[in-house]
């Protein structure tokens, strides 16, 4: 079992940056791959960006590609988003889920059916 913790949301100005954190509990996590998910009020909740178990293989969202990093210390148990050049339309809560049990690079990255454990999501609000 894996327990995810979302952290790091909050209100920023157009332009600036953020860095969401997901603590994860239980042993195994660093076996899993992991993503990040939004859902704004009204939308259907949307793939961001995915990372496979090692760190080695990342997948993002076009929409967001150039302006976010996710990566991982399993040291730690953590995986990040960095977002920058954030834009009002980022504006949603954001989950982060694990899922792909040793799964390779994780290709399936983008598919939410493929996450097991999920967040409770922490929400991003960006002002213009």
């Known amino acids: 079992q894996v327990q995810l913790v979302e952290s790091g949301g909050g209100l920023v100005q157009a332009g600036g940056s953020l860095r969401l954190s997901c603590a994860a509990s239980g042993r195994t996590f660093s076996s899993y791959g992991a993503g990040w998910f939004r859902q704004a009020p009204g939308f259907e909740r949307e793939f961001v960006a995915g990372?496979?178990?090692?760190?080695?293989?990342?997948y993002y969202a076009d929409s967001v590609k150039g302006r976010f990093t996710i990566s991982r210390d399993n040291d730690k148990n953590t995986v990040y988003l960095q977002m920058s050049s954030l834009r009002p339309e980022d504006s949603a809560v954001y989950y982060c889920a694990a899922g792909g049990y040793y799964s390779g690079s994780f290709t399936r990255a983008r598919e939410s059916s493929v996450y097991e454990f999920w967040g409770q999501g922490t929400q991003v609000t960006v002002s213009s």
């Open positions: 990372i496979n178990w090692s760190g080695g293989s990342t």
